[in-house]
T-cell receptor, first 114, second 117 residues
Framework: AQSVTQLGSHVSVSEGALVLLRCNYSSSVPPYLFWYVQYPNQGLQLLLKYTSAATLVKGINGFEAEFKKSETSFHLTKPSAHMSDAAEYFCAVSLNTGFQKLVFGTGTRLLVSP | GAVVSQHPSRVICKSGTSVKIECRSLDFQATTMFWYRQFPKQSLMLMATSNEGSKATYEQGVEKDKFLINHASLTLSTLTVTSAHPEDSSFYIC?????????????FGQGTRLTVV
């Protein structure tokens, strides 16, 4: 069965610093991988997805993630954090071509200080 | 992106009562809706998948008689937690997918925090 591990329930960065949120997956077949963001009192919003095309995926709000099969990782990065990036981030994996049966990680809360 | 509205955002109920949570797609027709549950500090876990006009498909370990799902229209799905108990206290979140096929993105509601006392 597929699973996702997000290292670090909380990550703190200063405004302007690099953001790195870690995600490792376990899957017996090539996975589809997703990053979602959740702002307070809002639903999950898709940041980006990997569906076996380019290994470096660019998403919204300046985020990107790189699929590394050898490391079974799909870490999320952003070169320069902004205060508005403070939110909860979820990594998810799916074996399907679509958005069915997503398996989520436990989430990482990103804190951005001035 | 498309908007999915979930109501209520928070609900407190007494043990033994039933609670209904609504999930509406506001600007698109949702052929498929998904219901997730999240315990504190744990992942979102898929509970069931429902297609409009059909019975929901429940994941292993989810009691279908306890978590009643209705998807009677292309814009509304409801989850009813029957005879709720304190262990049912959790965060419930729905997502909806439109008619454009399996590759179509699923959009999430803002979730419902259920507390059973």
């Amino acid at each position: 069965a597929q699973s996702v591990t997000q290292l670090g329930s909380h990550v703190s960065v200063s405004e302007g610093a690099l953001v790195l949120l870690r995600c490792n997956y376990s899957s017996s077949v090539p996975p589809y991988l997703f990053w979602y963001v959740q702002y307070p009192n809002q639903g999950l919003q898709l940041l980006l997805k990997y569906t076996s095309a380019a290994t470096l995926v660019k998403g919204i709000n300046g985020f990107e993630a790189e699929f590394k099969k050898s490391e079974t990782s799909f870490h999320l990065t952003k070169p320069s954090a902004h205060m508005s990036d403070a939110a909860e981030y979820f990594c998810a994996v799916s074996l399907n071509t679509g958005f069915q049966k997503l398996v989520f990680g436990t989430g990482t809360r990103l804190l951005v200080s001035p | 992106g498309a908007v999915v509205s979930q109501h209520p955002s928070r609900v407190i109920c007494k043990s033994g009562t039933s609670v209904k949570i609504e999930c509406r797609s506001l600007d698109f027709q949702a052929t498929t809706m998904f219901w997730y549950r999240q315990f504190p500090k744990q992942s979102l876990m898929l509970m069931a998948t429902s297609n409009e006009g059909s019975k929901a498909t429940y994941e292993q370990g989810v009691e279908k008689d306890k978590f009643l799902i209705n998807h009677a229209s292309l814009t509304l799905s409801t989850l009813t937690v029957t005879s709720a108990h304190p262990e049912d206290s959790s965060f419930y979140i729905c997502s909806a997918r439109g008619v454009r096929g399996a590759q179509a993105e699923a959009f999430f509601g803002q979730g419902t925090r259920l507390t059973v006392v």
